[in-house]
């Protein structure tokens, strides 16, 4: 496995695998790896010749700078983690790297982007698109593979390849969970260790919502959730059930064939987000 700073090294290593017919999986992260992360760079090496992964922590996607300060890193221990499976190239750019100038470049979604956290993390989606954009560009990958953990990060990508004509299959796989059913996440870390135990709450809220559809309207079911965790140690910024596809707000069951449950609620100074299909 090889570890590389710079993007021309990052070209030139890629290059050489497609001039010998080599087909590239990638896998972009801001590392402090878990079991979520390793899971894609699994799918991204079952269906790839070579897998490249990025780790970068990409400052302009950060709305909030204490969040960005106290993002965790440990580039280390994420290196021996991705050697263990089989990853052929890790790209750990600095920011400098990355943006040798500063972009201002603005990115348009649409109404994907004025929802949820396109509305709570102004110019959040700007941050990612840039920087997933020029990782494109440097690693040009057949397959890139993103988690539905970010739900709307997954459909803002699949409509940055569309509207950029960007040449790459864009592959979203499922959430992995601790046991008690906490989405898996570099800023879970952060939590402490009450917090740690409070925050199972989201899933199980999650899980509530899928079987009181049965029998609750979408409003309905939108007031429990958010009644219950005004009860808690969260505090919420939202909880909508949307169409999983355009991601507009739903309010009957009926309107759409694919509904999705999206969450984002403060414990602490710890934000943790999570979806569930409905
Ligand atoms: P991050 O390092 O948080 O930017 O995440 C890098 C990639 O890993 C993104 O595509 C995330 O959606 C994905 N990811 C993060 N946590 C999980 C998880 N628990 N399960 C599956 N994918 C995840």
């Known amino acids: 496995m090889r570890v590389i700073?710079?993007?021309?090294?990052v070209e030139d290593a890629v290059t050489q695998y497609r001039q010998d017919g080599k087909t590239i999986g990638f896998v972009p992260t801001m590392g402090a790896l878990h079991e979520g992360h390793l899971y894609l760079t699994d799918c991204a090496r079952e269906e790839n010749d070579v897998v490249v992964v990025s780790i970068f922590v990409n400052p302009i996607q950060f709305n909030d700078k204490k969040d960005l300060e106290k993002y965790p890193r440990d580039l280390e221990r994420d290196i021996k983690l991705l050697h263990e499976h089989d990853v052929a190239v890790v790209f750990a750019p600095t920011v400098k790297e990355m943006y040798p100038e500063e972009s201002d470049r603005k990115y348009e979604f649409g109404e994907l982007e004025t929802v949820m956290e396109g509305k709570f993390r102004p110019g959040h989606f700007n941050g990612v698109?840039?920087?997933?954009?020029?990782?494109?560009d440097i690693v040009k990958p057949q397959k890139s593979y993103f988690g539905e953990k970010d739900f709307q990060q997954l459909a803002i990508i699949k409509q940055l390849v569309k509207n950029e004509n960007i040449d790459v299959d864009v592959v979203g796989c499922r959430i992995i969970r601790e046991a008690d059913g906490l989405a898996m996440s570099s800023r879970n870390q952060r939590l402490s260790s009450s917090e740690r135990k409070s925050s199972t709450l989201l899933y199980r809220l999650l899980q509530e919502a899928q079987s009181l559809k049965k029998n609750k309207t979408v409003e309905e079911v939108k007031q429990y959730i958010s009644e219950n965790i005004k009860q808690s140690d969260f505090e919420l910024d939202y909880f909508?059930?949307?169409d999983s596809i355009t991601l507009q707000p739903v309010d009957e069951w009926d309107s759409s064939t694919s509904i999705r449950g999206c969450i984002a609620a403060y414990l602490g100074n710890v934000r943790l987000i999570d979806n569930i299909a409905l």
Do not use: P, S, Y
């Open 129 to 136: 698109a840039t920087v997933v954009h020029r990782l494109f």
């Open 5 to 9: 700073e710079t993007a021309k090294g």
């Open 240 to 242: 909508e059930i949307v």
